[in-house]
């Protein structure tokens, strides 16, 4: 037996530069030719089939369409100014035009926009008749009171743009690329805005996205790791031949 092991050996030890070879044509053809891996970065892959959590959340799904918040959160001194104004804008014209997005951002700017628009100055004999004694320039103050914490802070110096996520079923858009893409466009419309202050996005999808791609950069991380000791091992232990 030891004979054998050590003809084995010899063998390897003759050839080693022909098996080096071979080893980096077959990892060559691996990688090539390895199938397309595809994880299901959601919630749901979380769980067990059976797990009676996984059941309540798609009781939950079912029952509130399967839709996902994102908000949009900012900072801006000058929101409540027609330069604040300007800036929301750019941001939701940008934000609408991402694939996955149910209907149109909601903020305080399109919010106000839609106020004006019915335009209640011209149906004030209505109004009256009605009973009602209000102006659109009053409709719009009360709105901002009304919608305080909602699109923006109470100190009017803090924005939040609200996103309404198509379900995954019904858009046919994995969830992170909706995401990266609402990324992006938020931060090229700070660009074109010229804002300094961060962008943040805030939500459930944002936050398992986010989670998925730290564990992937994570495992790549220790795999370059591994593979280097794994590699210094060798060259120690083997250092003779």
């Known amino acids: ?3 054998l092991l050590y003809r084995l050996a010899l063998f390897f030890i003759r050839f080693r530069h022909f098996s080096f070879m071979a080893a980096c044509a077959a990892l060559g053809v691996v990688l090539f030719f390895q199938p397309q891996r595809n994880q299901d970065q959601s919630i749901e892959g979380m769980f067990a089939m059976d797990d009676q959590l996984f059941s309540s959340f798609q009781v939950l799904k079912r029952t509130f369409d399967g839709s996902e918040v994102i908000l949009v959160v900012y900072r801006d001194p000058q929101l409540m100014n027609p330069d604040g104004q300007r800036r929301q804008e750019i941001f939701t014209d940008n934000i609408n035009r991402v694939r996955g997005i149910s209907g149109q951002a909601i903020s305080l700017q399109s919010l106000l926009r ?14 009256k008749l009605a009973g009602f004694d ?3 320039a009053e409709l719009v103050e009360k709105s901002k009171k009304l919608f305080e914490g909602f699109t923006h802070s109470r100190d009017g110096k803090t924005a939040s743009i ?5 379900p995954g079923n019904q858009s046919g858009i994995p969830r992170g690329t909706t995401v990266d893409a ?3 466009s938020v931060e090229q419309a700070r660009e074109e805005a010229g804002l300094r202050e961060e962008v943040m996005l805030v939500g459930e999808s944002v936050m398992v996205n986010d989670g998925f791609r730290m564990v992937q950069e994570d495992g790549r ?7 280097i ?9 083997f250092r003779s031949l």
């Open 1 to 3: 037996m030891r004979a």
């Open 114 to 127: 839609m106020i004006e628009q019915m335009n209640l100055d011209q149906m004030q004999t209505m109004l």
């Open 134 to 136: 209000l102006s659109t």
């Open 162 to 166: 609200v996103i309404l996520l198509e």
């Open 182 to 184: 609402i990324r992006e």
């Open 221 to 227: 991380r220790l795999g370059r790791v591994a593979t």
């Open 229 to 237: 000791a794994l590699s210094l091992v060798v060259l120690v232990l």
